[in-house]
């Protein structure tokens, strides 16, 4: 029984404060846990059971699965109000990264092919240390691979060395790739050999065939000799042939005179130079010796062209020399070589004159 205050105890809440009341406490309390497991395990049947055991022990519905609630008698817990967050600020675009160029595209033979064609008109000759610098992302040996391949497995790619050695530069030599013990500084390629030139011209004959298939049919070493006999005949017709109009004749004639009478006829070293400079795709680029006579044509003997040749480079600034791949060497190179004491030269390069 509560005492009275008088008697020095304290005032009954109206509760009971005995042993019957704490066990009705720990009842409450372990009904609650109960139905908290069970909701968590999520088992719609523990749910029910607990539910149910949670209304005979409090003598009042469980509550709702979100509201914090007490024991039977006391009023529901609501959470205190949060102040409002402040809003989160928005990003800030970063700024977009470039994209990285390009890597070039292809093999590094196409990449080859492409830096020659670029660097020379096609048949010309090139610096191997300006195909070098074109492919400077490329590995050093691995362009050495590719060339070396390139040379020994395609006809049409020639390599020579440098003529005059003490117009090497230490970059010219570091670019240069050995082939049978010599360093060779200069490449080209030539356009790939049309086989079939040599059967269309005889079907149309050599004087009805066109300049090009001529040209085609004198690099193709299976034309018969007296075939690439009349093709030089006629290339050396066409050559001298001079198309004009009857009005025009008298002006050229007149004109032709006075030049004749102005400047005396140029000498055979002169024609050679003019007609390498037409030739060189750079100051001192080698050219071919084919391409020299063909473009002299009938106007200078031969002898006074060896002559002229001999003479100019005892110069020092007018070099001769060999081609290194002799597979691809055709009968016109072979007939328009100059023989230099028990070697033939297919190659010509002149250095530049000071004043130019």
């Not at 008088?6 to 009705?24: D, N, Q």
């Not at 977009?96 to 096609?122: C, I, N």
């Not at 060395?161 to 390629?189: C, F, V």
């Amino acid at each position: 029984m509560c005492r009275s205050a008088a008697e020095g105890g304290r005032r009954c809440s109206g509760r009971s404060c005995g042993a019957a009341g704490a066990r009705a406490r720990q009842a409450r309390s372990r009904a609650r846990r109960g139905l908290d497991a069970a909701r968590a395990a999520g088992d719609p049947d523990q749910v029910a059971a607990a539910e149910a055991k949670y209304t005979a022990v409090t003598g009042t519905p469980p509550p709702a699965p979100n509201v914090v609630g007490t024991f039977a008698g006391q009023l529901p817990a609501t959470p205190e109000p949060t102040a409002p967050g402040k809003p989160m600020p928005k990003p800030e675009p970063q700024p977009s990264k470039p994209e990285p160029a390009d890597a070039p595209s292809g093999s590094t033979e196409d990449r080859v092919r492409d830096a020659v064609a670029k660097l020379a008109a096609q048949g010309e000759w090139v610096g191997i240390v300006d195909v070098r610098k074109a492919l400077r992302d490329v590995d050093h040996d691995e362009v050495t691979r590719v060339l070396l391949d390139m040379n020994r497995n395609d006809p049409n790619v020639h390599m020579v060395p440098e003529d005059n050695r003490k117009a090497l530069t230490d970059e010219d030599h570091a670019a240069a790739i050995e082939i049978g013990g010599d360093a060779q500084h200069a490449m080209r390629i030539e356009r790939p050999r049309d086989t079939s030139a040599k059967d269309r011209v005889q079907a149309a004959g050599v004087g009805n065939a066109s300049a090009d298939d001529l040209a085609q049919a004198l690099r193709d070493p299976l034309t018969p000799s007296r075939t690439y006999d009349e093709i030089r005949a006629e290339q050396k017709r066409r050559e001298q042939r001079v198309v004009t109009s009857p009005a025009s004749t008298e002006a050229t004639s007149a004109t032709e005179t006075a030049r004749t009478e102005t400047r005396p006829p140029a000498t055979a070293e002169q024609r050679v130079r003019d007609v390498y400079r037409e030739l060189a795709s750079r100051p001192q680029g080698w050219v071919r010796l084919s391409d020299v006579r063909e473009r002299l044509g009938a106007t200078l003997p031969r002898d006074e062209v060896d002559k002229a040749l001999q003479a100019m480079t005892r110069t020092g600034r007018v070099h001769l020399s060999p081609d290194s791949d002799r597979r691809g060497l055709t009968q016109v190179d072979h007939d328009s070589a100059v023989r230099i004491g028990r070697e033939d030269n297919h190659l010509l390069a002149i250095e530049p004159d000071d004043d130019e």
